[in-house]
């Protein structure tokens, strides 16, 4: 287990090397120049040298990526190219907001879906089975920033119940949970489901009626045990896809985490901010992908022992 | 004890449905049961499954035909003005009232913009699996064929692309390229040809061992034409299956996209971008939000089922759930 | 047609003669299966009895109902069966007529059963140790110290080494024997007064089968067991049991004590079975067969069952249903036309 977990923590740095490239020159090489949203057309050229020399634009590229990086890893990314604050800053604060939609979305999702998925397959064919898979079907079906716009319209504009955009007070982050966790809400369900209606069907279950116990234990700690494979699999997936769906939802949102601050400096041409966010993004891709992989293996006893 | 017979030469009455000893006739209670069995749902599963296919080939159908349509539309110069002319004493019409599917709020016909829209939407996601699938289909055969270290780097590749947030990397590439479809098209393509490749990569490992590729492989043949001829051919129904999932994620990434601001640029119809402009007047004027929303959610609908169905007959190890 | 005897007035007799009390009796048991279109009558009118310390062979081929009569007893049925007839005595208690609740307080503690496949019998996401102690934390209330500390005496009891050390690993780190082992201490560990075992060496190496079966016979005299040993094997029943009951297409067509069953069969499916065991020491030209066929459960004859197939066939047998007969204070038939047996 331990090998297996630094080989990956190993590979895991190599991939992040390889994106940070990718990421960094792809920014650069973009059409477009930042100098051109900073300054006056009018004495344009003088100021987009001098401009240039202020922010180091001018070196070669592999220099100035190597210098970012090394900043980059001293924890200091530099100033944002529009408003000069420090980007260290606006992550932080940034991070904090995604962590919390994140979060939250995370706990609806498997506190509606675990329940809901285990119940189904339990009452297998029953109307309750068939509403369950009905949601899940809407949930999937449904773009997300469609469900967005839905809910904004019927319970924040029509109803006031929540507000429309912002990010003040806890009111402000349940509509965007809802919308992020929609769709994981709706493949855990019908994952769940599945899973336990193939452990139902083992034998074990029938040893475990045996042995006289109730019926509620059998179900909840022993079926759900054994069928938590492919739901951390799966999590694993649905961590990364979740984090691309963060970008629309706090966008529609203005919830100002990091995927709000992504899809702006990419809009506004804000070199420093959108290399630094892309490379962390992924950063967390790759470690979502890597605590997955540690996450399956363990759930497994026979992958965690080495069976006979 | 004699010969037994090698037959029963016999005839025996049969009782079908009779039971052989009368049941009582006082009404007993149902023992409850201990674990659960198959039930009448578990068996028609195979059938509903092939209804399945038939509903979401079906509606894809529908939306294809749409989308030629619409595609006539978007490339013939002299007929962008469907979809173009604004009416500004004719704005906001409802559906019904004069015009087929109503007006939005510059006057445009909704029916005209939700049929380039569709095209759009569908063309992309054919566009981006044409190519994502081709290039999968190489690298994930080349990399399950010859293993070794092509097989080790193309695998790093994958395991690096495959799982990747399809708008992280739109994102990402809108701020390389400039914001607009080709970004968009070109970003997913970047994330999906993983996901053909995984699995391409995993069937040949096993196709690899089956015994006419040990024949042409002694007979001589060379690797390009046994993965061409022989492999590529046995693995398209599941590749049918994953186009048809992948179109769906792509009509839905795209619309994204193109919502916040970041897809397909005017004057190119999309349908996220018509539910964008919507916004403003949903209270009043809904359908110019709900048409295409609808249209993208049917769209995806199609595409799933469709993927489901033909995921139960060609393979069903491919479950998503 | 004879009358049947009821089971109730039924005492088991060893093969002494002594007669012991009965522990369990299956009342004319009939257990259905509702399939889409069709009743399958898979256990048809049984009757049986064990005794207190009786180790009961039920044998006969697969698909016979043995299985499902002892699931019937422990009412872990499918959710298409049901038992529509008969009683089940236990205790002065009929357990057909039980709640869900009051049944499931005897699984696992009054009576307990173990199953044929002890490689996928067992949660594979728990240890052994706690396995067993959640049996007695079902019916008991007590510490889980104590609780682990009699599943770990368990299962040094059945045999398996460094019992406390081994509590503690999962199932998939033990043989196929070892598992058996502890599938009989799961069943065992609340001293229950009966115990239904299904084909539970089937699965296993001629060597350990021994073993195992051995491991029951002592237990039998060590905690005064009674066992429904059910298999299809005769050596088996030869080499433990008591007594026999011989199944065929869900009934019971032949009930006695090994010695009687085994020296002097009536029934012809019996003998049939017999004849089939090959020498060990003699050769022979071709094994014995017996031919046909089991009829299908949705299509039983009204007549005999295994008319079809029996060489002392008469017009009877295949018009009329014999009913179980008591014909020696230790045998019970069913048959119209029984011959002695000559091997």
């Given at each position: ?18 994106a940070?490239v990718?990421?960094?020159y ?52 530099g ?19 995604t ?9 609806l ?6 329940p809901l ?14 509403g ?6 809407l ?8 469900l ?5 319209q019927?319970?924040a ?10 990010y ?7 509509l965007?949970?809802i919308?992020?966790?929609a ?5 855990n ?25 109730q019926?509620r234990?059998?179900l ?23 984090l ?24 506004k041409?804000d ?11 992924t ?15 363990w ?5 965690r022992?080495?069976?006979? | ?31 409850p049961?201990?674990a659960?069995g ?9 059938l509903?499954?092939n ?10 159908l ?22 173009l ?20 709020n ?16 569908l063309w ?10 081709t ?24 395991d ?5 947030p ?6 990402i590439?809108?701020?390389m ?10 970003a ?17 490992l ?6 006419f ?5 002694s ?14 051919p ?5 590749m ?9 994620v ?8 193109s ?7 005017p ?12 916004r403003?007047?949903l209270?009043k ?9 609808v249209m ?24 998503r759930? | ?11 088991a ?8 009390e009965p522990?369990?009796?299956?009342d ?23 005794g207190?310390?009786?180790i ?5 081929e ?8 002892a ?42 059963m173990v ?15 706690s ?11 007590v ?10 005496r ?32 799961l ?18 190496d ?8 051995e491991l029951i ?27 026999v009951?011989?199944m065929y ?14 020296s ?14 090959p ?10 067969v ?6 299908e ?20 047998c295949i ?14 038939l069913?048959?119209?036309n ?6």
């Open positions: 287990m331990l090998t297996f977990i630094v080989h990956r923590a190993i590979y895991s740095v190599f991939l992040l090397f390889i940070s990718v990421i960094f792809g920014l650069r090489v973009a059409p477009g120049e930042v100098t051109d949203i900073l300054t006056n057309p009018a004495n344009r050229s003088f100021m987009v040298a001098n401009l240039e020399e202020k922010l180091g634009l001018n070196k070669p590229l592999p220099l100035q990526y190597f210098i970012f990086m090394g900043n980059f890893l001293k924890g200091d990314p100033l944002s190219l529009i408003n000069g604050e420090p980007i260290m800053t606006m992550l932080g604060r940034a991070t904090g907001y962590l919390k939609l994140g979060l939250l979305a995370a706990i999702t498997y506190a509606i879906a675990i998925g285990v119940i189904a397959a339990w009452k297998r064919n029953t109307v309750f089975d068939y369950a898979s009905l949601l899940a079907v949930g999937m079906g449904v773009p997300n920033f469609l967005a716009i839905i809910l904004i019927e319970f504009v029509k109803r006031h119940w929540f507000p429309v955009a912002g003040d007070s806890w009111k402000h982050i349940i965007p949970a919308v992020l966790s769709e994981a809400i709706a493949i369900l019908r994952v769940v489901r599945a899973s336990v209606l193939e452990e139902l069907n083992r034998d074990y279950v029938r040893t475990l009626y045996a042995k006289g116990l019926e234990k059998i909840w700690i022993h079926v759900l045990r054994n069928s938590l494979p492919p739901i951390i699999a799966l999590a694993g997936v649905m961590l990364r896809t979740l691309g769906y963060t970008l629309i939802v706090e966008t529609i949102f203005r919830w100002p985490g990091l995927g709000y601050q992504l899809v702006n400096s990419v809009l041409r070199y420093t901010v959108a290399q630094t966010l892309a490379i962390l993004l950063l967390a891709v790759i470690f979502f992908n890597l605590l997955a992989d540690i996450g399956q293996q759930a497994d006893p026979r992958v022992q080495g069976s006979k | 004890m004699g010969r037994s017979a090698r037959s029963p030469g016999v005839e025996i009455a049969m009782a079908s449905t009779n039971p052989t000893l009368p049941i009582s006739t006082v009404p007993i209670e149902e023992i049961s201990g659960p198959r039930t009448f749902g578990d068996r028609m599963a195979p509903v499954a209804k399945l296919a038939l509903f979401g080939g079906v509606l894809t529908g939306f294809f035909v749409v989308a030629v349509l619409g595609a006539v539309v978007l490339l013939r110069g002299d007929l962008h003005y469907l979809y002319d604004q009416n500004l004493r004719g704005t906001l019409k409802h559906p019904g009232d004069g015009s087929l599917l109503g007006t939005d510059l006057g445009r016909s909704m029916f005209w913009r939700l049929i380039a829209g569709t095209a759009v939407s992309a996601g054919i566009a981006v699996t044409a190519i994502s699938m290039i999968g289909l190489i690298l994930g055969s080349v990399a399950g064929y010859t293993r070794g270290w092509t097989d080790r780097i193309i695998s790093a590749l994958i690096l692309t495959w799982g990747f399809l708008i992280l990397v739109a994102v590439f809108v701020g390229l400039e914001p607009g479809l080709t970004a968009v098209i070109v997913i393509s970047v994330v999906n040809w993983a996901g053909y490749a995984r699995i391409v990569r995993a069937q040949v096993t196709l690899k061992e089956r015994a590729i040990e024949a042409a492989r007979l001589g043949v060379p690797t390009w034409k046994i993965i061409l001829v022989h492999l590529v046995n693995m398209l129904g599941t049918l299956v994953m186009a048809s999932y992948y179109i769906a792509t009509v839905i990434a795209e619309a994204g996209m919502f916040i601001g970041l897809g397909a640029q004057p190119t119809p999309s349908l996220g971008q018509m539910v964008s402009e919507g403003k007047f209270s004027d809904p359908w110019i939000v709900a048409l295409p929303g993208i959610a049917l769209l995806v609908l199609a595409l799933n089922t469709l993927g489901d169905g033909l995921r139960d007959i060609f393979d069903p190890r491919l479950r759930w | 047609m004879v009358a049947t005897t009821p089971a109730n007035n039924y005492h007799r060893t093969a002494t003669g002594e007669s012991r522990l369990l009796t299956l004319h048991v009939t257990t259905v299966i509702h399939a889409r279109k069709r009743t399958l009558r898979a256990v048809e009118d049984v009757s049986l009895s064990i207190k310390g009786e009961l062979g039920v044998v006969g697969s698909g016979c109902g043995k299985s499902m009569t699931l019937t007893i422990m009412r872990l049925l499918p959710q298409s069966a049901v038992a529509a007839q008969g009683s089940i005595m236990f205790d002065d208690r009929d357990l057909l007529k039980l709640s869900g609740n009051e049944m499931r307080k005897i699984r696992g503690n009054q009576i307990s199953f044929q496949e002890p490689m996928t019998a067992l949660d594979p996401a728990f240890t052994v140790g396995q067993i102690a959640e049996v007695v934390h079902a019916h008991e209330t510490s889980n110290d104590e609780a682990m500390q009699r599943a770990v368990m299962l040094d009891r059945l045999g398996i080494p460094n019992a406390d050390r081994r509590a503690n690993d999962y199932p998939h780190q033990f043989s196929g024997g070892m598992r058996q082992r502890v599938m009989l201490a069943a065992l560990v609340m001293n229950p007064k009966l115990l239904l075992a299904d084909e539970p060496t089937t699965a296993l001629v060597t350990i089968q021994a073993q195992i079966l016979a002592e237990l039998r005299k060590e905690l005064g067991l009674s066992v429904m040993l059910i298999t299809h094997n005769l050596g088996v029943v030869h080499e433990i049991a008591d007594r009951a011989v297409a869900g009934e019971v067509v032949e009930t006695g004590t090994v010695a009687e069953i085994f002097n069969p009536r029934h012809p499916y019996t003998q049939g079975l017999l004849r089939s065991m020498y060990l020491i003699k050769r022979q030209p071709t094994l014995h017996i031919p046909g066929r089991v009829p459960l949705w299509a039983m004859p009204n007549a005999c069952r295994f008319a079809a197939r029996c060489p002392n066939r008469t017009e009877q018009k009329d249903h014999p009913a179980l007969e008591r014909i020696e204070i230790n045998h019970e069913r048959c119209f029984p011959t002695s047996f000559v091997r």
